[in-house]
Structures are given as structure tokens and as C-alpha cells.
């Protein structure tokens, strides 16, 4: 297969309603349509940074799946590993506006995307694309739609890959782990190169979010990367489990939020498309907040990055710079040399 991505991202890609105003469903007279998922914003993140990435799932064979690849495509993303289910749906969720914060709610049960399994190891379209992938992605989401898709990422994880790395993010979601066992998470986490957890979620599913805490509990992995809300981020590295490990902290930026939803995957796409440029753990931490604050101002569930050359300014910047600097949804307020605080726009 020709021009093979650099990243290969594995899971369920949503048909999305967005209502066009806050409050209850029940009042809400009309929505808007669009497409999410975790792992289909990370491919979105890192083909928005310059990876090519491919994703890799099945939609059914309905307006929705139609509309998912559609999307997917429409923003660079390969899809060649994509298959069309013609007997089950398109996943579907609905974003409810409420005064708090926005509440999802998933429609997902028995979706095409939840049959996914082992057996795209040795498809056509797909096989390759994991094959020569210099990074594979996943998350806990998939791990928890079915039994197949439980093995696939055990697969995945648990397979010989020399020259490739594998990225996994916890992505807690409580509901979809009701009627399974989420202790099976631990030995998935543990078995990734790269894995990506928030304070909060590593605590609900592990006990802690101290990062010294979790380390022990993974060893496994050459990075965990804890991140501790809007606050900070750290990434714990070394090159083998016997080499010292680097400790080193991010602040976030100061954000302007919009919308939280997104995020985290936003995240997860910088921090992982610095790794594929070979950069140290502070630029990937600076990128992946940077990311975020650019999904964190708009309404959609994945953003555009600022300009190349404002992102590279940034991501060499002093951290007393970094810590100046501000993201709206009109732009980035950052300091300039012997100036005053000057707004840029995206």
C-alpha cells in the first residue's frame, strides 16, 4: 500500500447532534449535525499538526457513517482503513447545553463501530496501515465497547512491533465499563509505550493521580504523561526500565473556554505529533496544551491550530512567555519583546 500514514489511530468514530441552543433536548428545536470520537479527534489533532494519520474503524451503512468518513476525510485524514457495516448503525451522541457544562448523551449499543476485532490485523485496507504505522493509537473507549474490540486492543498492545510505538489514553468513561470489568485496563496501560491519563480519571480507576503513584503502578510504559487538569501536565520518561527517569511539568495555559468537550484528544494529538518530530518531553507537553486551548475556545470537538510559526515561537518561549500568554476565541495574547500584550489572530 503507497504512502503509508505515520499514525494509525483504532476505535469508534460518532455521527454527533449539536442543538443549536442551551437547555433540556425536550426544548431544543433544532440541531446541528457534525462527527466526534475520541480516537477520530486525535486523528483530526494530528493531521492538523502535519501527521498523516489514518483512521481506522467501521460505520454503518446509513447517512451518518457516510457523514463521519465524509468529515474525516474532509480534514486529511486517511480512510482507507474504514468499513461499512450494511447490518448495524452509526454510533450516535447528543450534546445537551446546560448552565454547568455540556452532557453527553451516547446511543451507541450494538453501533457498527463496536464490532471491531482482531480480524483488521489481517485486512487489506487495514492491516497495512497498522503494519506501517510509526504510531498506533488507542484508548480505553475501545477497549470497552465489546469482547472483539477488548481483544484487538490486547492484540495490538500485545504484539511484537519493533520500530513502533503505541499510544494508549485511558479515557475513563464509567458508563461503558457498568457491565464490564474495568480491572483489565491496568495490564492494557501497562503494556502501551506512550500512555496519557488525567488526575482525575487515573484516580477514579487506579486510586491515585499523583504522578510518583501511578509510575509504580505502571512501570511498563517509556512515558506516562499525567495530566492534572487546566493546571498542568507531566511527563515521566525514560528510555528502558532500568535508565533514571526524567520528570518534567508544564503549566496549562490560561484559557478563555468555550467548550471542554474535545480536549483531551486535542491533547493527546499535540503531545503525540511532537513525539513523532522528535522533540523533548517540554515542547510535547507545550504542543499538546496548545492543542487543547485551540479545541478548548470553539464549540466543535476539535479546533484549529494557532499559525506554524506562532506555534513554534511558543513552543521555544521563555516559561515566564508561556505563562503570559492567553487563548481566546479570538486569538492568542501573548507578550512581545520591549511591546505590550499584542493580540494574534489565529
Not at 448495524?88 to 450534546?95: A, D, I, M, Q, S
Not at 445537551?96 to 451507541?108: A, D, F, K, N, T
Not at 480505553?140 to 494508549?168: K, Q
Request: aromatic residues 4%; proline residues 9%; charged residues 20%.
Amino acid at each position: 500500500m503507497e504512502g503509508l500514514p505515520a499514525a494509525a489511530c483504532v476505535g469508534e468514530s460518532l455521527a454527533v447532534l449539536l442543538p443549536d441552543r442551551p437547555g433540556p433536548l425536550e426544548h431544543v428545536p433544532s440541531f446541528r449535525p457534525s462527527s466526534g470520537g475520541a480516537e477520530a479527534n486525535v486523528a483530526h489533532g494530528l493531521v492538523a499538526l502535519g501527521i498523516p494519520t489514518a483512521w481506522i474503524g467501521r460505520v454503518g451503512d446509513d447517512g451518518f457513517g457516510r457523514r463521519v468518513t465524509r468529515d474525516l476525510a474532509a480534514g486529511g485524514v486517511d480512510i482507507r482503513g474504514a468499513s461499512v457495516d450494511p447490518h448495524r448503525p452509526t454510533g450516535l451522541y447528543v450534546k445537551e447545553i446546560e448552565p454547568g457544562g455540556s452532557v453527553l448523551h451516547y446511543y451507541r449499543d450494538g453501533s457498527a463501530g463496536s464490532t471491531i476485532g482482531p480480524s483488521l490485523l489481517d485486512d487489506p485496507d487495514a492491516g497495512p496501515l497498522l503494519a506501517g504505522a510509526k504510531l498506533v493509537h488507542l484508548s480505553g473507549i475501545t477497549a470497552a465497547l465489546s469482547d472483539s474490540a477488548l481483544e484487538l486492543t490486547r492484540a495490538l498492545l500485545f504484539r511484537s512491533r519493533p520500530g513502533r510505538l503505541v499510544s494508549f489514553d485511558l479515557n475513563w468513561r464509567p458508563a461503558l465499563w457498568r457491565r464490564r470489568d474495568p480491572s483489565v485496563l491496568l495490564p492494557l496501560l501497562n503494556a502501551a509505550d506512550i500512555v496519557l491519563l488525567g488526575a482525575d480519571e487515573a484516580t477514579d480507576v487506579l486510586g491515585t493521580g499523583d504522578p510518583g503513584e501511578l509510575r509504580a503502578l505502571l512501570p511498563g510504559p517509556a512515558t506516562l504523561v499525567v495530566k492534572d487538569d487546566a493546571h498542568r501536565a507531566t511527563a515521566l520518561t525514560r528510555e528502558t526500565a532500568h535508565t533514571r527517569e526524567m520528570v518534567v511539568t508544564a503549566p496549562a495555559l490560561d484559557v478563555e473556554v468555550v467548550e471542554q468537550v474535545g480536549a483531551g484528544d486535542a491533547f493527546a494529538a499535540g503531545y503525540l505529533a511532537g513525539t513523532l518530530r522528535g522533540y523533548g518531553p517540554r515542547r510535547c507537553l507545550r504542543l499538546g496544551h496548545l492543542a487543547a486551548a485551540a479545541t478548548l475556545v470553539v464549540p466543535n470537538d476539535h479546533g484549529p491550530p494557532p499559525p506554524p510559526a506562532l506555534v513554534d515561537e511558543l513552543l521555544h518561549g521563555s516559561p515566564e512567555a508561556w505563562a503570559a500568554t492567553t487563548v481566546r476565541a479570538s486569538g492568542i495574547v501573548r507578550p512581545l519583546p520591549d511591546r505590550p500584550v499584542e493580540e494574534e489572530t489565529r
